[in-house]
């Protein structure tokens, strides 16, 4: 058996594939260590949104490759643009793609027995790989490029990639191990119904598929009776889940509400188009007690013209519309999003536009990024923006959301929450979230003279606030 050494980039749907590995492999009996200079084997999961993202990453492949540590590359980057990483990684174990991480264990066991991957022929050796069915040769870079770098490798080196099949079925049947975390990050579905000229994140994890609800509720007791206080619904975009098994978040709630336990659920990322539809579902669904009340809805942009060159599928005064919908029905709920700043051809007015809906909408918390190509996407052959037009865009609106942040936090001033503690943190206080998802700092003495705990509840009243928490009193 191996130590490993587990290093996640990117969103809680990377994060729930990271969750994946590490009981997987802990359950072949492998050790996981906290340094990649003790570890035998090191996986990197990788996340392939941000051009600044992926550069941090492969300096990482660089120096472990300068350093010859075994490495497997694991996650989006792996088929967003494996020709980067195979030339930051040359001589990785494998490259497994999102939908496949279930095979790493038995890519780690033929490795550990110094079996082959190929034959002579570049086809798989069947006797060394079970469930050889799910394997195949693939020319197009869009599921799992496994290669082997074995020096007594049977498989010629100008051989072709061998590639797996995205596999949904089997990752969805693969059981987590609770206990560890009061999180429990489920992943809801694989792949997304759009197709953003942006994102290479479709590239990588392909098309879009729901998880039964019969998977994710079972997965959520078992994670409720190991702990766990918060559920984390983890997509590309739960807005459209449900889609192809006529279910959808609003109805899958109720049921996870009614499982026995104290904890809370977090809907994560949901794409505006997809509330059209069934808005009232939704707030009626968000109104369970149980339920955050908490929207990440990711607008991108003000403007309508930008909106169609990103092939977003809705405009703007729609966003607008589901926002409101719920700040009406949830005052001081926390609503989240995303903005691209100097996506190919943004005006200085459009970027006042998205500046504009963030002042309307009053988002307490905007993720913005300036705007970088990714390998693939149509985006990337448009026409692009000076690099430095959009650094002072990205200064402008980073002043700009910490003011609206700030001024949204302290209306709060004086309401009295049930916040669960989530994480020690600085200077004799935890952290902790409030119903609304805001986070919110308590002190750690409780008035009998113990401490509160991970996990706990504490019920506070709002003495003051910055741009990021609400401070308890």
Known sequence: ????????????????????????????????????????????????????????????????????????????????????????????????????????????????????????????????????????????????????????????????????????????????????????????????????????????????????????????????????KEIQLASQDNGCYGYDLQTSIPKLLPQLNDLDGRFRIRVGMANPQHFLKNIDEWLEAFRLPKVYKFLHLPIQSGSNRILKLMNRGYTIDQAIDVAKEFRKKFPDMTLETDVIVGFPGETEAEFEQSLDVCSQLGFEVVNFAKYSKRPGTKAAKMVQIDTLIKKKRSEIINTHVKQIALSQNQKLIGNEYDVLITEEGKNGYMQGRAQNYRPVLIKKLKPDGSNWGIGEFAHARIADASVTSLIAK
Not at 59 to 68: A, C, I, N, T, V
Not at 93 to 102: C, D, K, L, T
Not at 134 to 163: K, R, T
Not at 203 to 218: Q, T, V
């Open 1 to 228: 058996m191996q130590k490993i050494f587990l290093k996640t980039y990117g969103c809680t749907l990377n994060q729930s594939d990271s969750d994946l590995i590490e009981a997987m492999l802990d359950g072949g009996g492998h050790e996981f260590v906290k340094s990649a200079d003790d570890a035998d084997t090191i996986i990197v999961n990788t996340c392939a949104v941000k051009e600044t993202t992926e550069n941090k990453i492969l300096w990482y492949l660089k120096d472990l490759e300068s350093k010859g540590k075994k490495v497997i590359v694991a996650g989006c980057l792996t088929t967003a643009n494996l020709p980067a990483v195979k030339k930051a990684s040359p001589k990785a174990i494998a490259y497994v793609g999102p939908n496949s991480v279930g095979k790493i264990p038995l890519i780690l066991e033929n490795d550990i027995h110094g079996r082959n991957f190929g034959s002579e022929n570049g086809n798989l050796d069947h006797e060394n790989l079970s469930n050889s069915n799910n394997w195949h040769l693939n020319n197009n870079g869009n599921s799992l490029a496994i290669q082997s770098n074995q020096p007594n490798s049977s498989m010629p080196s100008n051989s072709p990639i061998l590639e797996l099949k995205d596999d949904f079925a089997s990752k969805f049947d693969l059981t987590k191990k609770y206990g560890q975390s009061i999180f429990a990050r489920i992943q809801t579905s694989s792949g997304c119904m759009s197709n953003c000229t942006f994102c290479a994140t479709k590239i990588a994890r392909g098309k879009f598929k729901s998880k039964p609800p019969s998977l994710i509720l079972n997965e959520a007791r078992l994670a409720i009776k190991s702990r766990a």
